[in-house]
């Protein structure tokens, strides 16, 4: 049994707590706020709540696997509800295709919507990525890899010169599926031009699986890792600064916090690795993606019809979501902003034909900044600049004896699948009591 401690409260600290106390290990989880979650927590204003970071997330498998492999399976838990549609899009020339997950014909018949022809296009495209998801899948997101012994048919991809804004010009001449296949990136705050073409997978990834959500909202699943760390008696210790690594002959030994040491032999940084001395030079040549702009609503009276998630198109990129927790006769939106924002999110909806500027009777605002001071850190990990960003983050190893990495800044990605696949790597690579 070793003393393991995770540096970090969201959902890849939870995840590789209860996953390797589950595996026999003295569990330690330190996190800096006054409660757990992340940007798994919820917002709340005036009897409305709304989901603080993702809303939905792909590959429910992730989910499924970390539940049954820390204990009950996630059914006993939480209710996975798979939505009708992963998003809408809407263009500047007011045109519009809502793209469904989990089949093949249903995407072919809505982008034929947008003109004929153009369903074959798309599917094709994303069937262009089959392969890359299976070295993906296997060698890179589900075992634990080497930087300087990646399997061949790895390395040729991680290695790979190609772009996804070149790999997209080349293949869409309209411009509409350009931008839908380049969107979950420019959401997360990347220019096209240095996001590696092989990054593509997510549309693939999308029509085969799906989109699903929590009833309840995502910090219902907060929630539920919350009470299963407690059943695997993970010691968890909240409004606990940890300010660095403590090594000993260049092997940790420690976690230095402003409470005092905390003795350790594996430890597990689920935060950006810049928060801790001993780990920032290893990562100094990276940068984080910058969080969107925030504004979640509270809205009375009939709303315009939306899906679970509707990107308007433009600058500003716009991103409304759906399904916050309201009152009776009220709704809760949250809409995200990328780009020139010149203008009142609110305003700039109304240009899209989506006025509720009357309607608002709660109002919650986030920054950029807010953001990053309330999480301790980007929640979208590490910006993508160029092919050799994916050696230069950390994880699951680290350079550092017994130190592993998991959360947003050690994957290829943000969001739950990357982040939940992170700690699985961490729990591999760590192994059994």
């Not at 780990?279 to 509270?298: E, N, S, Y």
């Not at 950390?394 to 982040?419: D, K, S």
């Amino acid at each position: 049994m070793a003393r393991v401690v995770v540096v970090g409260g969201g959902f890849g600290g939870l995840a590789s707590a209860a996953r390797l106390a589950k595996l026999g290990h003295a569990v330690t989880l330190l996190e800096r706020s006054a409660s757990l979650g992340g940007a798994l927590v919820e917002e709340s204003e005036d009897g409305f709540a709304w989901d603080a970071g993702p809303t939905y997330t792909l590959l429910p498998a992730v989910v499924r696997d970390l539940f049954r492999k820390s204990g009950r399976p996630v059914e006993r838990e939480l209710e996975l509800v798979q939505l009708d549609l992963v998003r809408e899009h809407r263009f500047e020339d007011g045109t519009a295709v809502a793209v469904p997950g989990g089949s093949r014909a249903a995407q072919i018949a809505a982008f034929d919507g947008l003109a004929p022809g153009l369903g074959r296009r798309w599917v094709d495209h994303v069937a262009s990525y089959a392969d890359d998801w299976e070295v993906l899948r296997r060698d890179y997101l589900e075992h634990p890899w080497q930087p300087d012994a990646l399997p061949r048919e790895l390395a040729a991809r991680l290695d790979s010169r190609e772009v996804l804004h070149k790999r997209l010009r080349r293949t869409f001449k309209d411009e509409r599926l350009r931008l839908v296949a380049g969107h979950p990136f420019v959401a997360e705050g990347h220019d096209l031009r240095n996001v590696p073409a092989w990054l593509g997978v997510t549309a693939y990834v999308e029509q085969r699986f799906g989109a699903w959500t929590v009833t309840g909202g995502m910090a219902a699943l907060g929630a539920a890792l919350e009470q299963r760390l407690a059943t695997r008696k993970v010691d968890v210790r909240t409004s606990t600064e940890v300010t660095d690594l403590v090594l000993r002959e260049g092997r940790v030994v420690a976690v230095a916090t402003d409470a005092g040491e905390v003795d350790a032999e594996v430890v597990v940084c689920a935060v950006d690795p810049r928060r801790l001395p001993a780990l920032a030079g290893f990562v100094q040549r990276t940068m984080p993606a910058i969080p969107p702009v925030v504004v979640h609503l509270g809205l009375e009276g009939e709303v315009p019809a939306l899906p679970h998630e509707t990107v308007l198109h433009g600058d500003p990129m716009l991103v409304v979501r759906t399904g916050g927790r309201a009152p009776d006769g009220h709704t809760g939106w949250t809409v995200h902003g990328r780009g020139r924002l010149a203008e009142d999110v609110l305003r700039a909806l109304a240009r899209h034909g989506i006025d509720v500027r009357h309607q608002v009777v709660a109002r919650v605002d986030r920054s950029p900044r807010d953001l990053v001071e309330r999480w301790g850190g980007s929640p979208l990990g590490v910006l993508w600049q160029g092919r050799g960003t994916v050696r230069q983050r950390l994880g699951p190893a680290t350079p550092v004896p017994g130190v592993f990495a998991a959360g947003a800044h050690a994957t290829p990605g943000a969001g739950l699948p990357f982040v939940g696949l992170s700690a699985s790597l961490v729990a591999q690579a760590v192994g059994p009591a």
